[in-house]
């Protein structure tokens, strides 16, 4: 369960990144998610792509990872 609430906490101080696009009143706005994992750890990464397509933030853990 704290491995799961800091995941959390590490994800949405990441989202700051997010906040920064101008949205207009009507605007979709679509944001994808990924759970990663490889032996070592799991990390999100995530993009948004509408109305307009972000970089993809969190790129193979760089940012914040959980150790398994």
Request: glycine content about 6%; some cysteine.
């Amino acid at each position: 369960m704290a491995g799961d609430r800091r995941a959390f906490q590490d994800l949405s101080s990441e989202m700051y990144h997010l906040s920064q696009m101008l949205l207009q009143q009507g605007d979709d706005l679509e944001i994808h998610f990924w759970r990663c994992v490889n032996r070592t750890h799991v990390w999100y990464e995530w993009c948004v792509t509408k109305p307009l397509a972000s970089a993809i933030h969190n790129p193979l853990g760089r940012s914040h990872n959980i150790g398994l």
